[in-house]
T-cell receptor, first 109, second 113 residues
Framework: GQQVMQIPQYQHVQEGEDFTTYCNSS?????IQWYKQRPGGHPVFLIQ?????EVKKQKRLTFQFGEAKKNSSLHITATQTTDVGTYFC?????????FGTGTRLTVIP | DGGITQSPKYLFRKEGQNVTLSCEQN?????MYWYRQDPGQGLRLIYY???????QKGDIAEGYSVSREKKESFPLTVTSAQKNPTAFYLC????????????FGPGTRLTVT
């Protein structure tokens, strides 16, 4: 079946450092989505990437979709304590999304 | 105030009992989903429904059952056949099934002892 792998599983950074999480699919994706789940909360949609090689920015967050549409990354510049949480990528299937295992980000003040 | 509601936030049950988790949405979405989340793992799909009176099994449907009698409601029953029912359960909806943004409810944390 379709699988989406995400690395790293955990990341601890000092406040102000950068952070990147990577997502890889075994198959070509029609699109990829990113979600953020704060501790004790529920996933919240961040963005969707559709085109090959697409790059989108949201303030300090940069999202990329690979040329082959099999991988994606989320990069946060100069992390803040408000960035803590688990970041999930999700690849689109025919009728649902396939979620990665998530990267749990801890920001040390 | 539109959104997805799940109740209760915390639920405790004895082993061997069936339990039903509620999920209601007022977003007029056709598709609804149930996920299970365990520590250190991602979201695993239990069941999904593309439209009223229709639903399909996800990756881990064994020991669970659902119904979709109304567009707004998609309750999940955790049966006594589910070997490890203690988990965080999340309900979600999207305008249509497939590659659309999913909106999540606040979740129900089920503990079975």
């Amino acid at each position: 079946g379709q699988q989406v792998m995400q690395i790293p599983q955990y990341q601890h950074v000092q406040e102000g450092e950068d952070f990147t999480t990577y997502c890889n699919s075994s198959t070509t994706l029609s699109n990829i989505q990113w979600y953020k789940q704060r501790p004790g909360g529920h996933p919240v949609f961040l963005i969707q990437l559709v085109k090959s090689g697409e790059v989108k920015k949201q303030k300090r967050l940069t999202f990329q979709f690979g040329e082959a549409k099999k991988n994606s990354s989320l990069h946060i510049t100069a992390t803040q304590t408000t960035d803590v949480g688990t970041y999930f990528c999700a690849g689109a299937g025919a009728n649902n999304l396939f979620f990665g295992t998530g990267t749990r980000l801890t920001v040390i003040p | 105030d539109g959104g997805i509601t799940q109740s209760p936030k915390y639920l405790f049950r004895k082993e061997g009992q069936n339990v039903t988790l509620s999920c209601e949405q007022n977003l007029n979405h056709d598709a609804m989903y149930w996920y299970r989340q365990d520590p250190g793992q991602g979201l695993r799909l239990i069941y999904y429904s593309q439209i009223v009176n229709d639903f399909q099994k996800g990756d881990i449907a064994e020991g669970y059952s659902v119904s979709r009698e109304k567009k707004e409601s998609f309750p999940l029953t955790v049966t006594s056949a589910q070997k490890n029912p203690t988990a965080f359960y999340l309900c979600a909806s999207s305008v249509l099934a497939g590659s659309y943004e999913q909106y999540f409810g606040p979740g129900t944390r089920l503990t079975v002892t």
